[in-house]
């Protein structure tokens, strides 16, 4: 889900990860207001 002023432009995770291991994972989120804005995520652990 994106947000107002926001466009996830890609997400990168691995496939499958073992319970309890760390698994990286990246986003890239663009900027589609017209003004320079704070942009941050956070995470769900399931």
Partial sequence: MAGKYTDIIDIVAPSSA?????????VRVKNIH?????????????
């Fill in 18 to 26: 073992v319970a309890g291991e760390t698994v990286p994972v990246t």
């Fill in 34 to 46: 017209l003004w320079l804005s704070y942009i941050s995520s956070s995470h769900l652990c399931a």
